[in-house]
């Protein structure tokens, strides 16, 4: 039984209509904000378990990773040119990686800013603490760091994942200073390859993808947590043709391709390094100019 929300997850209305149903569950839209998120209101348990070490090592049920550590060497180069993005607002400091996984974006940051991380995820912490990294699973609320201030946080492919956006972006507000920067990636739901590809849109991602933004509902949330935009970019991402072909045979339930993708996969020949930009997912990045 999927438990409802039963009001739009951003301001609260109760006024919300739904656009279609994907695996049985409702992505709305909120009649009074026009915000489109998904109907459903997930447990503590949920993020633990779906969270697990099935997500990064996938065998096709959760539409995420086949091997998220083989990517790392890949999706380094996108963090890349986000660190260089970052750099001009916040060179020094120290740096909180909210939704870190196993580390990767950590390892890159670390030769500009002291950094630490948190997520949900029991294993991926693990495999990032055998890494050497500080980190921490759990909730911001929870941890240790609500005791400290951090320059810089970001939120890679992270805010759509959370069930309160606005709880969550609130909570990093109190642990950053003033003019502390804050770097956010997620789907445009607005963007002309959302609106092209309708119902069958990539990112909406079922059930793990819990909120779909634009510029108009991202601006909205940033500015009610204390946060002004300094610039939206729509980077390149770096993917191994590996993640391409699973995420899509996976995603789309094509399993007749099934046999024809392990066959590659096992003769090495899915190691092809993709640059792709469908401009459809905003890197955001924000400052803060007040407490909530």
Sequence with gaps: MIKKLNHCRLCVSKKYKPLFSKNEYDICKCLNCGFIFLDFKPGKSFFTDYYSEEFFNDIGVKHAYSN???ESKTLKKSFLLRIDVLSKYKATGSLLDVGC???TFLECAQS???T???DISNYAIQVARKKGLETFVGEIKNSPYIKRKFD?????????????PKETLSEINKIMPLGGILGITT?????????????????YNIPQHLSFFDKNS????????GFEIKEILYLPLNLTLDYVLFRFITFYKLVIFQPIYKLLKNHNLLNLELNINLYDIMFVVA????TV
């Design 68 to 70: 998220y550590e083989n």
């Design 101 to 103: 996984a196993t580390g």
């Design 112 to 114: 500009s800013w002291k």
């Design 116 to 118: 630490s991380g948190i």
């Design 152 to 164: 810089v946080v970001t939120l890679w492919d992270t805010i759509e994942h959370v069930s309160n």
């Design 187 to 203: 789907g445009d739901v607005g963007s002309l390859f959302s609106r092209f590809s309708g119902n069958c849109w990539h990112l």
């Design 218 to 225: 991202i601006a909205k949330l940033m500015k009610e947590t």
């Design 287 to 290: 400052e803060k100019k007040g």
